[in-house]
């Protein structure tokens, strides 16, 4: 690990004792301040987010829009001041849970089951519970470039009990996760580049990755889709739904989940991470046609 990474990590790590000293009401304070900061001064992204949530709700009031950014901003800071907070940010954490038979009835498959989620709600929350009530989730997470920041970020998240591998991996390893009879873990909600299957998302297509319908195909493995929701101070809702297609191909297993997402995201908008650039990736036919056309 060079020099500049090993700071990396010891400054995290001097971060999170500081974080966890605070109480939860304080680490709160903290976030909000912080997200304001960032809203107004820090505006990397912030115009990118806008964009995104217009294209999202056309209908929507520009004041409605910047309301739901700055939401944004507050929520997903205080996420970060949480994650930092691991392990005492979890204890007085309140969780109401549905669809909790489905997850098991899936697992009773011996096939393991491939888990979709979002870059949606407190997802770091998410894992947590799964890890702290035995669930053998194994996460495909995206590895850092900074080694200092990939170690922490992992240690954090295995603090309660799940795994992570990194994508680009050998394959093998995902598909002992299932034979294993575990929880594969795919957040599969962001532009995926020409390797992706082109979705419906508010109306628009979207690159989105294969991995979830080809483990499917490949394993026959159930498939769940998960998100926490934020329904309070310290309060979270798990959702836990079956993806049930009647065609096994990938753009309509892919598809199906994504109509899920959705839903949860017009519900609570502010609660999506508008962040990064979902819709960059267009399809073959509107790149001709838009050649055609200039």
Known sequence: MKVSDKLIYQFLVGLRKFISQLSTCSQYRLSQRLASL????IPKRKNLARRNLMRAFPNQSGGWIKNTLINAYQFFTYNFIQFLAFPKAWKTAQYSIHGKDTLDEALKQNKGVIFISAHFGAWEMLGVWLGLNNYKLVGVAHRQQNQGANKFFQEQRELSGVKQIFRKEPLEKMYDILNENKLLGLVSDQDAKKKGVFVNFFGMPASTPKGAAIFHNKTNAPMIFSVCIKTGFQKY??????????????????????????????????????????????????????????
């Open 38 to 41: 960032a809203y107004h001064h």
């Open 237 to 294: 809702q798990l959702e836990f739904l079956p993806i049930i297609v009647r065609d096994d191909t990938t753009e309509k297993i892919t598809q199906a989940y994504t109509i899920i997402l959705e839903k949860f995201v017009h519900n609570y908008p502010e609660q999506y991470f508008w962040f990064h650039r979902r819709w960059k990736t267009k399809p073959k036919i509107q790149i001709e046609s838009n050649k055609l056309e200039t």
